[in-house]
């Protein structure tokens, strides 16, 4: 006999989200495939940085550098217009 009230495992992944962070990079949280301007492809499951303030020296991931030079924006997203 089983609880149906206990917690049962998903098969569903939890899905990927973009998060910007204020005065700072955009949060990659999930799986990604991330493919640069060349064609190369970067896979990740885990959680990445990408760089806004374009002053990294490891485009287009974040090294921090938005911190030093004083980055400043904090955009909030908008609903969608529904037709």
Do not use: Y
Request: hydrophobic share 25%; with cysteine.
């Amino acid at each position: 006999m089983t609880d149906s009230s206990a917690p049962q495992p998903s098969n569903q992944a939890k899905p990927t989200t973009i998060k910007t962070v204020d005065n700072g990079p955009l949060q990659i949280k999930g799986p990604a495939q991330l493919v640069d301007h060349d064609g190369n492809s970067f896979s990740t499951g885990r959680t990445i940085f990408l760089c806004r303030c374009g002053e990294s020296k490891n485009k287009p991931f974040c090294d921090g550098t938005h911190a030093k030079v004083g980055f400043a924006a904090c955009q909030r997203a908008t609903p969608a217009d529904e037709d």
